[in-house]
């Protein structure tokens, strides 16, 4: 019967056919580290708790994982895995795996899969975005500057005629873009059919007006095949973007919706993501699912703000959005290149208002869309004037003025200055 060792320190990866995974791991009370490897990398791949008398050493050789570095003090591990585990194009195939039973096993304390590398083969067999980064500034027109967004607040209780009404007031005052929020589906009282019928007549209103190109993210979360109806739905009134909440829905369904090509920009909302990315020694790590989701194909993706209500550290943000760059197999997400897979942009969200825009453009960059749900909603004069503030913020950052300068004379940004100013969000974990 053959015996087969998990652990090959020294073995040297084919980063061209072989899936890179990092691993933090701990063991259980009483387990060595390299027994816990050992387990991993058998459990994830070939191997069960005993050796198995239907391995042939042969295959075993062939496509068995092989943990190839051990850094035992900062509790981390590499594991390379062939190809031929893998199902070319299948997320959940890919998940079954690499974030399956390993997670369960009582040799394991804690286990978190840090990162992730794909060789090409494996990248090429996803669509990835229809349109992604370059397609959505294509589509709207803007070029450079930060894209704005607006979350229609309350999350539910409005109805369809409210939220067109609301809609309109915020695009005609310098939104570009207008989202549902994550729970806002298909309700008793607000229809989503009514719904993306309304706002997409106030949208074209807007559009009329103002010469200028605006988007309606509307939320098709649901089972599958609803899901596909609402997206042909979005598409026949003329909609150009679909909002999936992509961990309830599951990323499998943002393929399947990926590949009815229907010409629509996905929105990934991640609601729901910390239920495994959160906790700092055990799941899954949001650069990890921000990568799954590029590869399934969302088009824009929720990443975090830095300064913002949610949780998630500057380098987390950072390293997901791709701007750090020291070391290129060490950070990359969203932008590396990829080749036919094209780069997703980010949504800075949660907890937003004008007076944080400054920062969080210092942190993260103006290529992205920075969204604002309370922080347009909740001011003192209502979403119209909310609006304005946000954009007069984001025309001071762009003009490089500081924002308490441009309030003098911007009365919108000067009320939601006052308004926010002690809104910090500095709590600790
Ligand atoms: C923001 C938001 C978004 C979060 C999601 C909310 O509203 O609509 O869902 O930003 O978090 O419901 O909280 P506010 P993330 O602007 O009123 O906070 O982007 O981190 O996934
Ligand atoms: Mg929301």
Not at 163 to 182: C, F, H, P, T
Request: glycine share 10%.
């Amino acid at each position: 019967m053959a015996h087969i060792g998990f652990v090959q320190i020294g073995y040297k990866p084919k980063y061209d056919r072989e899936i890179i995974t990092t691993f933090y791991v701990e063991p259980s009370a009483g387990v060595a580290f390299n027994e816990v490897a050992d387990a991993v990398a058998g459990e994830s791949s070939i191997g069960s708790w005993t050796d198995l008398g239907t391995l042939k050493k042969s295959v075993a050789e062939k496509i068995q994982a092989r943990v190839f570095y051990i850094d035992v003090k900062k509790k981390i591990m590499k594991i390379a895995y062939p190809l031929a585990l893998f199902e070319l194009g299948s997320i959940p195939q890919f998940l079954s795996s690499v974030g399956g039973n390993i997670f369960s096993m009582k040799a394991v304390k804690h286990l978190r899969l840090l990162d992730v590398e794909f060789p090409k083969k494996y990248i090429d067999s996803f669509q990835g975005p229809a349109f992604g980064l370059a397609g959505i500034r294509k589509i709207t027109g803007i070029k450079k500057r930060l894209i704005l967004g607006s979350i229609i607040k309350p999350k539910v209780g409005l109805n369809p005629d409210e939220q067109a009404e609301l809609s309109y007031a915020v695009w005609r005052n310098g939104i570009d873009l207008i989202k549902d929020d994550e729970n806002l589906t298909n309700m008793s009282f607000n229809n989503f059919e009514e719904r993306v019928r309304k706002v997409l007549k106030a949208l074209k209103k807007v559009e009329q007006e103002t010469g200028l190109v605006k988007l309606y993210s509307a939320n098709i979360t649901a089972p599958p095949d609803i899901m596909l109806e609402r997206a042909k739905f979005v598409k026949s009134q003329g909609g150009k973007v679909v909002m999936v909440d992509i961990v309830s829905t599951g990323l499998d369904s943002v393929q399947y919706l990926r590949k009815q090509n229907l010409g629509l920009i996905i929105h990934g909302h991640r609601a729901g993501h910390s239920t495994f990315t959160r906790y700092e020694k055990h799941g899954i790590t949001m650069l990890v699912l921000a990568k799954l989701a590029r590869l399934a194909g969302v088009d824009q993706l929720h990443t975090g703000t830095v300064v913002g209500k949610m949780d998630g550290t500057r380098e987390e943000v950072l390293t997901i959005n791709q701007l750090l760059q020291e070391d290129w197999r060490d950070y990359h997400a969203l932008r590396e290149d990829w080749s036919s897979i094209k780069p997703t942009m980010p949504i800075a969200s949660g907890g937003m208002h004008p007076g944080l825009l400054p920062k969080l453009v210092e942190s993260l960059g103006s290529d992205l869309i920075a969204n604002f749900g309370g922080g347009i909603h909740g001011h003192v004069d209502g979403s119209a004037a909310g609006a304005r503030g946000c954009f007069q913020a984001a025309e001071a950052v762009e003009k490089g003025i500081p924002l308490a300068v441009y309030a003098k004379d911007h009365d919108e940004l000067r009320k939601a200055l006052i308004q926010w100013n002690n809104v910090k969000y500095k709590y600790k974990r």
